[in-house]
């Protein structure tokens, strides 16, 4: 019995943080496409038109670029475009999340009611990137989790590009493949850069594009729900 006790190492329970932490306490940082209109400089000079940045505070993705992501949530939501939240799209403003809120806001509201989504993906860490925001070590590789806001073009681009694919593939997941999300620039009367989203594609070993699956320590992780907690 002694011996027993002798050797029986102790159980610890590391607690970090108590109940009252939850999924609103996650700082996920938000990525932007540059614009001309847009008013901000990274490192003292402005991007070029149709970069993708990380909280207008880093540059990610150059114009023409694509990136490989995968989609972990999308979440629509209408609001009311007033001219402050036209020039702060993440900024406050009254949201909704249902149809029946949205009717009752169009019949409230002086201004329009627009559809949007924010749709949050995880991302793996380009070489050339600044390492800050990748602080998830999947596998041999490090990754981070970020969101994106669409709406308009954008919305139509990438939520209903998503839920498209989702609806018709009921016994599938966006999970099942990378995705590519990239920039587009719209010319006319204004010309902007909008977001697009697609499956991603690499050389097979016959030489063809092919679409393919995130790497197994990622699936991994999704099909444990780990990121999703």
């Known amino acids: 019995m002694s011996s027993e006790l002798a050797t029986k190492k102790p159980e610890y329970k590391l607690i970090f943080f108590n109940d009252a932490a939850d999924q609103d306490d996650l700082n996920i940082p938000w990525i932007q496409i540059f614009q001309s209109s847009s008013t ?3 490192d003292g000079e402005d991007p070029e038109f149709g970069s993708i940045t990380i909280d207008k505070r880093c540059l990610l993705a150059a114009p023409n670029t694509p990136l490989e992501v995968i989609p972990l949530q999308c979440e629509k939501f209408w609001f009311e475009e007033t001219p402050f939240n036209r020039n702060n799209p993440t900024g ?7 149809k029946e809120e949205m009717h009752e806001l169009k019949k409230s509201s002086q201004h329009k009611v627009q559809e949007a989504a924010n749709i949050t993906m995880l991302i793996k860490h380009p070489e050339s990137v600044d390492p ?3 602080q998830m070590r999947i596998g041999d590789d490090h990754y981070g989790i970020f969101k994106i806001r669409v709406q308009k073009l954008a919305y139509k681009n990438v939520f209903k590009t998503l839920y498209t694919y989702q609806k018709f593939n009921p016994q599938g997941s966006l999970h099942d493949y ?3 999300l990239s920039t587009h620039e719209i010319t006319g009367g204004v010309t902007y850069h909008t977001a697009m ?3 991603a594609k690499r050389k097979g070993k016959d030489g063809k594009d092919e679409f393919f699956a995130p790497s ?3 699936l991994k992780y999704l099909k444990e729900g780990i990121l999703l907690k």
Do not use: L, R
């Not at 406050?92 to 249902?98: R, W």
């Open 132 to 134: 800050t925001d990748f």
């Open 197 to 199: 989203i697609s499956k």
């Open 178 to 180: 990378v995705w590519s």
């Open 40 to 42: 901000y400089s990274i």
């Open 92 to 98: 406050s403003e009254n949201k909704v999340y249902t």
């Open 216 to 218: 197994k320590s990622v």
